[in-house]
């Protein structure tokens, strides 16, 4: 398993695991880019959205349920906050395991860089 998102999710790599379910896992970012900087991944390998078959579907809403609660838990939905999902190499994706950013706790500028 070269995927160290599948191996956050296996529990070989450690993450402070700050939610998870069956389906999907929310932990820091390794170097966060605001005072809250959270990623959402499903726990099965889905390389991105544009790789994302039809019974990858369930994983994805599972995942936008996680950001919704990991942004409401910590407090970040009166504030508001920025999710993105970084795709393939024009898109800056770095860990080809799909997953969603959660920023928040400062004003986010657009557009994004
Ligand atoms: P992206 O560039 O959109 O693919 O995002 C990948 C993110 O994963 C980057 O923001 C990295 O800082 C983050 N990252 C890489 N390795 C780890 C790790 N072991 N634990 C937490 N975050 C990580
Ligand atoms: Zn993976």
Avoid at 13 to 23: F, G, H, K, N, T
Wanted: aromatic share 6%; proline share 6%.
């Amino acid at each position: 398993m070269d995927c160290i998102f599948c191996q956050i999710a296996a529990g070989a790599l450690p993450a402070d695991r700050v939610y998870e379910d069956d389906d999907t896992l929310a932990f820091p970012d390794l170097r966060p880019r605001a005072p809250q900087h959270l990623l959402v991944i499903p726990k099965r390998h889905v390389e991105s959205l544009a790789s994302t078959q039809d019974d990858d579907w369930a994983a994805v809403a599972a995942c936008l349920r996680t950001v919704q609660r990991v942004a409401r838990d910590r407090g970040l939905e009166e504030g508001g906050y920025r999710v993105v999902a970084n795709i393939g190499s024009d898109g800056g994706q770095t860990v080809n395991h799909l997953h969603w950013h959660v920023l928040g706790g400062r004003l986010m500028t657009w557009p994004p860089g």
